[in-house]
């Protein structure tokens, strides 16, 4: 008997759309070759963390990708791979565990998404403290120049009366 992971990597290009113009580099490819790890790692195996899944989101992040690009191709790749499972699989049980896992991985995906959404506002809310601290020793510093600059010039005034 066939594995359930093989079975579901035959659907790749259907699911992927890589045929119609899809990309081999798109965040949906990461998103589906993790369901099919997960699945050839068969039940028995905890579900947990998948960390290539994590690296390729990462990554994707890194390059450019918004959250958005990377959350919505995982509802594609789950709506396509639900399609597809529907029409592939003959055995319910093996569609249902289709499903389950697709689900655990998009919400794995989102949960990384999440993770480097809330990294990246607490290193910008941070460059804006740093900055707000630069700009107010800034003002301090230009204020501490007018008073020298007028005490000065009131020096120099008295030295001429």
Do not use: Y
Request: glycine share 4%.
């Amino acid at each position: 008997m066939t594995d359930l992971g093989e079975k579901v990597a035959i659907l790749r290009d259907e699911v992927l759309d890589i045929v119609a113009g899809g990309s081999e580099d798109s965040p949906a490819v990461a998103i589906f070759d993790a369901v099919v790890r997960s699945l050839s790692a068969g039940p028995d195996t905890a579900a947990g963390l998948d960390l290539t899944l994590h690296d390729a989101v990462d990554r994707r992040l890194a390059w450019g990708d918004t959250e958005e690009t990377i959350v919505s191709a995982a509802e594609l790749v789950f709506a396509r791979l639900a399609r597809a499972a529907q029409r592939a699989l003959r055995d319910p049980d093996e569609e249902m565990l289709v499903l389950e896992t697709a689900a655990d991985v998009v919400a794995g995906t989102a949960r990384v998404v999440s993770l480097a959404a809330v990294a990246r506002a607490t290193r910008d809310h941070a460059a804006v403290m740093r900055e707000e601290a630069a700009q107010r020793r800034l003002k301090d510093a230009l204020a501490d120049q007018e008073r020298n600059l007028a005490r000065l010039e009131e020096d120099a005034g008295s030295q001429f009366e």
